[in-house]
């Protein structure tokens, strides 16, 4: 027998709004249990036995676990919250407790962000002993040559203990820099790292000269940034999604 709760934390958790949100659903009597108009947000249910509909929708209990993908856009913080600046929690389609950001981006950088309440996942995918790979899409001041691709992979010197770990850096396209061209050019490339050093990318694209101009992640592990999910935009992750990212974070 599961653990009795009040309706409006059970609606809350389930993703059906903010804890104020959901009351005035259940004092204007947008919510039957048992097919019985409730009015009280403090009601008890058992989330396994009882019947819970909103708005004549069927409520179901969430699992444990979430798990939610962000396209972060440029302008927001990767924390919880903060006194100044928008977070990504704001962009959350949830009013559960203890979500977080696995890992960070900067607030100038956009791109995949995963969400979740999954500390145990969260952790072995940030560990650098799973080697997890996240890549990025980027664009560089300046044209990055073969040798300084090669010093990207081989890892370079960021002003840490140790180099960076072993990268993969693909070059995409090579803009302007010529004799002919008054600027120093631009470099759009992948780069791919198991890392995450404070601001990692930005420093080890200023070690080998090209300092960013823009940047985005676009995977982490198995999961990808898909192409319709526009920035702002967050879903639920799929069940083979997050299938994948816990044995991602096994290895």
């Not at 890892?155 to 600027?183: C, M």
Request: proline share 6%; with cysteine; glycine share 10%.
């Amino acid at each position: 027998m599961s653990k009795a709760v009040r309706l409006d934390k059970f609606l809350a958790d389930s993703g059906r709004g903010t804890r104020s949100e959901v009351k005035k659903y259940i004092q204007k009597g947008l919510v039957q249990v048992n097919d019985m108009t409730v009015k009280k947000p403090e009601q008890k249910i058992d989330p396994e036995r009882d019947s819970v509909l909103l708005k004549g929708e069927r409520v179901e209990a969430e699992p444990e676990f979430v798990y939610y993908l962000l396209h972060k856009p440029a302008g927001c913080v990767s924390a919880t919250e903060d006194r100044n600046d928008r977070t990504v929690m704001d962009y959350v389609p949830s009013g559960r407790k203890g979500l977080f950001p696995v890992g960070r981006l900067d607030k100038d950088t956009e791109g995949l962000l995963l969400i979740t309440n999954d500390g145990m996942l969260a952790h072995e995918l940030l560990s650098p002993a799973r080697h997890v790979e996240k890549t990025y899409f980027l664009r560089a001041e300046g044209i990055v040559t073969e040798d300084d691709r090669i010093r990207l992979e081989r890892g370079v010197d960021i002003g840490e203990e140790k180099p960076t770990l072993p990268a993969r850096a693909e070059i995409l396209k090579r803009t302007g820099g010529d004799s002919g061209d008054l600027g120093p050019g631009c470099t759009e490339l992948l780069l791919s790292i198991c890392e995450g050093k404070f601001h990692q990318v930005k420093r080890m694209m200023e070690a080998v000269g090209k300092p960013v101009i823009y940047l985005k992640r676009v995977s982490m592990g198995p999961l990808t940034l898909p192409e319709d999910l526009k920035k702002g935009e967050c879903r639920p992750l799929t069940e083979q999604e997050v299938t994948e990212l816990k044995q991602a974070g096994k290895k």
